[in-house]
């Protein structure tokens, strides 16, 4: 058996939306179709709508000019949230994208031409 047959039948390894105790990384294996695979795709999806909906009511909070010092620190404390979270489900889903195509790019690395520069 060749690496290649051995790495198609291991299991995959999901990194999930939460953490475990002392904030380290939690994991399931399977082929993502069980119970808990299942929650991390409802919790991402939630985590997702809200960080899409929280930059709206921070403009609406920061154009107020009632706000006060601790509205704002809620603010950020809660927009520093929505962006570990959203940092950690592109995590996942990069290393997910990793483990099925093996051959991609690391972002980033990619050579342009130089007529693809950015203005």
């Known amino acids: 058996m060749n690496l290649d047959s051995e790495r198609a039948e291991a ?11 002392g904030g380290k990384p939690c994991y399931v294996v399977g082929d993502g179709t069980g119970y808990v695979s299942r929650k ?3 919790v991402e999806s939630i985590q997702l709508d809200m960080a899409d909906e929280l930059p709206r009511h921070a403009d609406d909070l920061l154009a107020d000019d009632k706000a006060t010092g601790p509205q704002i620190r809620f603010l950020a404390g809660r ?14 889903r990069g290393l997910r994208l990793d483990a099925i ?6 972002p980033g690395t990619e050579k342009r031409k130089p007529d693809e520069d950015l203005p």
């Open 101 to 106: 195509l093996p051959d991609r790019p690391e």
């Open 40 to 42: 991390a795709d409802e």
């Open 79 to 92: 927009l520093t949230e929505s962006l570990q979270q959203v940092v950690r489900v592109a995590e996942s």
């Open 11 to 21: 299991p995959a390894m999901r990194l999930l939306p939460w953490t475990g105790t």
